[in-house]
């Protein structure tokens, strides 16, 4: 037996503590019970096994774990509307990304804002930031932060084609439309324009 605590007050421990509740966890245990696996789940675990296990079955569930993750955060980068849900399992992750998104929206159409800032908007350290960030969405802060941008301009090219590039590049805090452009172009494959022409060209057909 574990010494002071046992395995589900640990994980339960380790899920509430935004320091470490990303982190995957397999209960290995002897006891076998229904309830005991409820409570194990109810603990925050990822996985449980019982003892004697396999450990063909043990690497085949890590791997499951480390499968969805990536799942997650192509989800995420790949798709123009954003969810927290997506990339998030635990609710304490849930509502970090809430209000790491809730403050980059309010904050979106300054090209100052920067990641310090949104460190202390968020009450986190700006290394324990970038730490659960890269482990939930496999991003910098400043690259999350630049994938918020990029992602309102493209729903703003989508919902108004009225816009001009140069309009959507300062309303998502882009100094230059050349470095909008760009990387623009590397997240969608294509440039703004083209973006913004595929969208007018979808609603004359719709009409």
Known sequence: MMPRMDGFELCKRLKNDIETSHIPIILLTARAEDDVRREGYESGADAYLSKPFNMEVLLARIRNLIEERRRRIRSFTSEVDISPAQITVTPLDR????RIMEHVERNIGNPNYSVEELSSDVAMHRMNLYRKLQSITGMTPSEFLRTMRLKRAAQLLAQDVNLSVTEVSEMVGFNTPKYFTRYFREM?????????????ADDAAAE
């Open 188 to 200: 969608f494959g294509c440039t703004p324009s083209q973006y913004h022409a595929s969208r007018k």
């Open 95 to 98: 509502q970090l990304i809430d």
